[in-house]
């Protein structure tokens, strides 16, 4: 994040601004844009959620009208997913899968611009909708039919535009990521000695590639249902209602790995380092994502239990649902096994990664209770589920990614961290995340469906709870974002290797990492001499 | 409240106040065991599952804590150099498998008792449509619309806690008033003005459907959910042993009103549901001739204009607001708009046909010809609204059916 003023052509001011950011085709600089993009969606789509809570402090309708209330958990569902938490990882993927393959870059690096650059497009045109007539997206992120075909406003048209915009940088970062693995790994680095950050990408992105067009598919008869007179989605002419759902949940189930397999990898990368030990179960850890990963593919029933299934899909559905806690409870039992007889500390990276992994872990039990059909018929679109994927997605997908900023903040920025004020971030987001969270499983249980925007009195304690914890929540990443200014303005130098015992191709590269790395591939296997150099 | 307490004890008793109601729900933590078998059967898989969680949860995050706090370095200096474990890792992978095969014995088990829709001894079809429920007895020729009856001014009243009341700019006036009624209502959006009424001990039957999009038609204790999808029909069944009241809601997202889409049955005893059927019938006779009278009547433009304001109230009002000006490009305004103050054939057959795409539905098999007609005569006389044809006579809605 250092200006590298040799590098750019010398032109001063704006000029040189955008044509710096506009024209990049550096994955540093390109992760970084992907990394603040992420920010800067994760506050919209958080400031979208505080003003669903500030609805549901108290039954009435104080604050928000009900198809006004519509708007903001459709848009919160479809920037937290698509514009904060896949663009954190494929940023997180830009800066450090060639750091750790000892590639020089991205194998394909103007692609690799443009599928940034669709981002902020397709966000814009999305956001805009709000501005529109007959106002944003109101159907829910899973944009189910009828509701968003005959019943959608004029908006969802801008929607489809958006979606497909998105789905087009996705399916392009993931190409450029496999391709990346597959052909720029340094001389002698096989596929079973990359890192497992590397691994989880590699398998997210084969999802990325084969669950993405499903969605535009759904999209594109979404569209065409609505103005080139088919009937896929209306049984008037012959279609289904149902179909939909099946379409959406084909991508939707990936998709739900697509947002937690690079947590798995980072949490497989700071727990080894902080607890002075190799990771436990290498390969069954590569497996178990790959079962993981296909497994993802037949299960998207299970989102549809009160659709009226036949019974016989209801158990294949049920079964292989259940089946996806076994590799799932390998990786978390290998985690502890690797923190096992460790020699642990406690930085602000490890603290977030056992944090993702017991809240993860709470987020996976809730899952294996909705496995469950004849519970799922009491479960289904509650506010046990709005627990139960907020449980993996808030302290999952985000907690991974804040403890990956902060495991590799001091190597891109050249500065350490200030441990206090990480811890502090650290223990108010966890207070807050459960607080916010944790009440809606009693809420869910004791009957209040998902998408209300109005209650009766008998839930009104949970959401108060709720309410309180996300307003919490919401200013403590304020603070997060102060915390990464600050370490990127200044503070402790980092060393080359940062932290003590961090293994790996990226910390034999200095602190901060300089515009152009590798440009000759390193020797692997690290020799022993120069891990040990990077350490002093 | 005693005049010598002190500042320091009152703010106490605040606190208190505030915390108190987070403990009495201590009650309410879990999942409601219902009344029906199988629903009880439900709540026995659930807790099952919740303790099977809970023992893996204790067993995992105890070892976590413990080697967090045993393996650290302060106490814990020299990492040990183990990374792999064929034995152990076999291990944890048969036993979760073990469990999982012990757990989805009982759950296949009652989901095809579940699925078991035959010998019912009664069929209602429920037909979902935004924002109410449509019952039919299919066996009794009866059908009624069943639409929330919590009052809008409950609703839409803020009465100053944490936000000020600044905020509200709503239609319904006194908001502190209503806020107060709202606390006071202990079925607050859970109420109904025509319950589905069923009989306690037989096998019923529920079919089903939509109109519009889809919803889903959920009785947690029952525990039924069945969603209403346009086009299909689903089967589900109870089998209700008690009398009483039960209240549940829309569970699948059907638009601006989602909230406000309750379910509320009252389950009586087999002579008394009997007798209601008995009642509903002679009820549905009269009404028919009730409606023969009320197209023979002319009626004044002052009677319509009353009976029309109720029933836009209760009708119409969500959408298109109490003083008629709509909501955006969505929700027409009905002062002085195109429809109201437009060709009187044109108001009719959109109050009866609805408009196709839009949440504007067809009134007609919802209302009389009487409500029909005294709700276009309001609109077109109520607010600013004064066209030269400003009244419409029940027969005139009935010839056009």
Known sequence: MVAHAEHIPHRSGLAAFLSRWLLTTNHKEIGSLYLWFAFLMFFIGGALAMGIRLELFIPGIQLIAPGFYNQLVTMHGLIMVFGAVMPAFVGLANWQIPLMIGAPDMALPRLNNFSFWILPFAFSILLSSFFMEGGAPNFGWTFYAPLSTTYGPDSTDFFVFGVHLMGISSVLGAINIMVTIFNLRTPGMTLMQMPLFVWTWLITAFLLITAIPVLAGAVTMVLTDRHFGTSFFSADGGGDPVLFQHIFWFFG??????????????????????????????????????????????????????????????????FCTMLIAVPTGVKVFNWVATMWRGSMTFETPMLFAIAFVILFTIGGFSGLMLAMVPADFQYHDTYFVVAHFHYVLYPGAIFGTMAAVYYWLPKWSGHMVDEWWGKLHFWTAITFVNLTFFPMHFSGLAGMPRRIVDYSHQFQDFNLISSFGAMGLGLTQVLFLFIVIKTIRGGEPAT???????????????????????ETPPPWPISETEAHEGAA | MISSTSRHARGLCTLLLLIVPQVVFAVELDMREGVTAMSQDIHWLHTVMLWVCIVIGII??????????????????????????????????????LILAVLAYPAAKMLSEIEDNSDAALTVLITGSQWKWHYQYLEHDIGFYSNLSTPREQINSCGGWLLADTFCELPDGDSAAGKAERDANEHYLLEVDNPLVLPSNRKVRFLTASNDVIHSWWVPDFAVKQDAIPGFINEAWTNVPKTGTYRGQCTELCGKDHAFMPVVVEVRTEDEFDQWIEDQRIAKELASGQAVADREKTWTLAELKSIGEGVYLANCATCHQPNGAGQGTTYPALDGGEIAIGPMAAHIDRVMNGKAGTEMQSWAPQLSDRDIAAVITYERNAWSNQPDDNIVQPLTIFEYR
């Not at chain 1, 080359?496 to 300089?514: M, N, Q």
């Not at chain 2, 804590?65 to 992978?93: C, D, M, Q």
Request: charged share 15%; glycine share 8%; hydrophobic share 50%.
């Open chain 1, 253 to 318: 189930h990936p998709e739900v790995y697509i947002m937690i397999l690079p947590g798995f990898g980072i949490a497989s990368q700071i727990i080894p380092t902080f607890a002075r030990k190799k990771l436990f179960g290498y390969n069954s850890m590569v497996y178990a994502t790959v079962s993981i990963a296909f497994l993802s593919y037949v299960v998207w029933g299970h989102h549809m239990f009160a659709t009226g299934m036949p019974l016989a899909a209801e158990l294949f559905f049920m």
């Open chain 2, 60 to 97: 995992v995050f105890g070892a976590m804590g413990y080697t967090i706090v045993a393996h650290r370095r302060s106490k814990h200096p020299e990492p040990a150099n183990f990374h792999e474990h064929l034995g152990v890792e076999i291990v944890w992978t048969l036993i979760p498998v």
């Open chain 1, 496 to 518: 080359d290797k940062v932290w003590e015992s961090a293994e790996g191709l990226e910390w034999t590269i200095p602190s901060p990492a300089p515009l152009h790395t590798f």
